[in-house]
């Protein structure tokens, strides 16, 4: 595959099991052939929105540079820690600001949603919420998202999952999105055309 894929941690903090989740999906990434670039929410500060310092200013330079990367990608991650039940604020605070460029980078770009939590559910609503701003923005995003439950214990040394099949679901679901980012994206070059 000759993707190129941008794998956003939504959390920044020392030890977050999302920033682990997102370098285990990387290294996933790159052995199917295809680029990954990874990288954390806090590599792009953002003030929180204030339609007053965007009409003064413009939209902040690090959700520009956010914005940039997800332009330069076929295909996006996100790894998204849950915050009581829901899409953590600095996450979609980060989706507002990047709306507001145009052209707006989510339209019809590829994603896969993925998250960890030490709870028993993974953080699995954490990403439906997150899943309305981003197809309401006209994302293809992947029908199937992996979560990882009681994450504080789940990973190896080496940053990968202590159970096997487990894995071998990520490994599979990561393939799979690939496969078909890749197809739907050349079927949207062709309608284009
Ligand atoms: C949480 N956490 C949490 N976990 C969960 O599974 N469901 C939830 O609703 C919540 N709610 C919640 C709210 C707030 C404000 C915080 C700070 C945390 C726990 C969360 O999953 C845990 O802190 C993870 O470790 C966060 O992800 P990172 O930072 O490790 O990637």
């Not at 953002?46 to 956010?66: F, K, Q, R």
């Not at 990973?155 to 071998?168: S, V, W, Y």
Request: proline share 7%; hydrophobic share 45%.
């Amino acid at each position: 595959a000759s993707m190129h894929v941008f794998v956003l941690s939504g959390s920044s903090r020392t030890g977050s099991v999302n920033a682990r989740l997102a370098a285990l999906v990387a290294g996933l990434v790159v052995r199917t052939g295809a680029t990954a670039e990874p990288a954390l929410l806090g590599d792009f500060p953002m003030p929180l929105y204030d339609g007053d310092l965007e009409a003064d200013e413009g939209v902040p330079p690090g959700a520009l540079a956010l914005r940039e990367r997800i332009e330069a990608a076929q295909a996006v991650v996100i790894a998204s820690p849950e915050y009581n039940a829901s899409v953590p604020g600095p996450v979609k605070n980060a989706v507002d600001w990047v709306s507001r460029v145009r052209p707006q980078p989510f339209k019809d770009k590829q994603v896969l949603l993925v998250s960890a939590s030490p709870s028993m559910v993974g953080g699995n609503r954490g990403l439906w919420a997150l899943r309305v701003p981003l197809e309401h923005l006209g994302a293809r995003v992947y029908p199937d998202m992996f979560s990882l439950a009681a994450a504080h214990q789940e990973f190896t040394e080496d940053g990968a999952l202590a159970d096997r099949g487990l894995g071998e679901r990520l490994a599979s679901t990561v393939g799979s999105f690939l496969d078909l980012a890749e197809a739907d994206t050349r079927y949207l070059c062709l309608q284009r055309r």
